[in-house]
């Protein structure tokens, strides 16, 4: 193998594709990026056998083309001292020892063959096909990934839930506490499908993604999915098991409803939450005509806060907990200027919604169950 490639290039392929690697690998191997170079393209590979990600770099200057592996943080460490400068690479007759050469200097850093490399997973022929623009996938994750759990004993709770429809597509993620759903009506498929994407892919995905307008096309099966856009595929292993029925923990009959601008409820949030209780990290809401106030207490350190907010409400008088940090999470993912809190009673969940003019393709609702309200 031998060809020539600019050093910065290299590096942001490689930092990319390192996101994968795991810290403790279960196969040597998988500590190393695979290098295929052939027709023009150089492909990098990492892997930890459940999300494989690959990119793909054009190479104006090959003198020999071939297949090895090498050392991923030892590569990435060395290209990260490089201004931006044409760098030659070029292994020896064994594939043993794989050289760096640049203007002033080389270097000389250990590779293998490409042998023992893990094979990327096929997907079956029931497999589904499924186009989203970049940006729009890019959003729904982001929208979402923050409320999915960490639970050993119910792992379909760890990642995010693509529930595919004949006339929409919806995200959903909840760890019990929160639920959030990304819905887009532009995203269709003829066949009704869903999956399960794992947390770290998920990550990556979030990484990687572009923001413009191109698409990203998705394949998946019982078992695995594949994402392509621009350079890149990923690959991953599916969570598997059944959703819970999300729809049916969705309140129906909310009456009493709060209108209020987003990033000062944020806010004030923050501020009332200091001096929260650090076990509970309970904020209370008391709400009354046109008036909304916010209180926390920590009676262990005799602290307190409390902040009044105008804001529009219809309803009965009512004081309502939440947790702090999860209110705090989902305002702060909300895009909207202001936004709806609507209320059933202090018992029962809270949905936050937009208020005013939105996008009609998208729809994003969030769920917070309360707590109890201390004495």
Not at 162 to 174: G, R
Request: charged share 25%; proline share 4%; net charge negative.
């Amino acid at each position: 193998m031998k060809f020539v490639v600019s050093s910065t290039e290299l590096l942001t392929r490689l930092q990319s594709v390192s996101r994968v690697i795991s810290s403790k690998n279960s196969l040597p191997i998988l500590d190393n990026f695979l290098f295929i170079l052939k027709d023009g393209h150089l492909t990098i590979t990492a892997s930890d056998l459940e999300t494989t990600l690959k990119a793909k770099m054009s190479i104006d200057n090959i003198t020999d083309e071939g297949e090895i592996t090498v050392p991923a943080k030892l590569l990435v460490d060395s290209l990260r001292e490089f201004a931006d400068q044409p760098l030659e690479f070029k292994t020896n007759e064994t594939n043993s020892i794989i050289e760096i050469i640049w203007a002033t200097g080389n270097a000389k850093l250990p590779c293998t063959t490409a042998d023992d490399y893990p094979a990327l997973p096929e997907l079956d022929e029931n497999r589904v096909t499924v186009s989203i623009n970049s940006h729009t996938l890019l959003e729904g994750i982001n929208r979402t990934l923050y409320a999915t759990a960490e639970e050993e004993l119910r792992p379909v709770m760890n990642g995010i839930f693509f529930d595919i429809d004949t006339e929409s597509t919806t995200l959903v993620a909840s760890d019990a506490h929160k639920l959030v759903c990304y819905t887009r009506h532009d995203i269709k498929s003829e066949i009704k499908s869903s999956f399960i994407l794992p947390k770290k892919p998920s990550s990556v995905l979030k990484n990687i993604l572009g923001k413009g307008d191109e698409d990203v096309i998705v394949r998946f099966d019982n078992r695995n999915a594949c994402f392509e856009f621009e350079s890149f595929t990923l690959v991953c292993r599916l969570v598997e098991g059944n959703y819970p029925a999300y729809k049916s923990v969705i309140p129906k009959n909310n009456t009493n409803k709060l209108v209020i601008n987003r990033l000062d409820f944020l806010n004030s949030s923050r501020r009332v939450a200091v001096c929260s209780n650090q076990a509970s990290s309970q904020v209370r809401l008391k709400l009354s005509y046109n008036t909304l106030t916010l209180s926390a207490q920590d009676l262990d350190f005799s602290i307190s806060a409390n902040e009044n907010l105008i804001c529009q409400y219809e309803g009965d008088n009512m004081e309502i907990a939440f947790k702090s940090t999860f209110l705090i999470e989902i305002l702060g993912n909300l895009p909207y200027t202001d936004i709806s809190l609507e209320l059933s009673d202090p018992s029962r969940a809270a949905l936050i919604l937009a208020a005013g003019p939105v996008d009609p393709q998208e729809e994003i609702l969030a769920l917070l169950m309360p707590m109890m309200v201390n004495a």
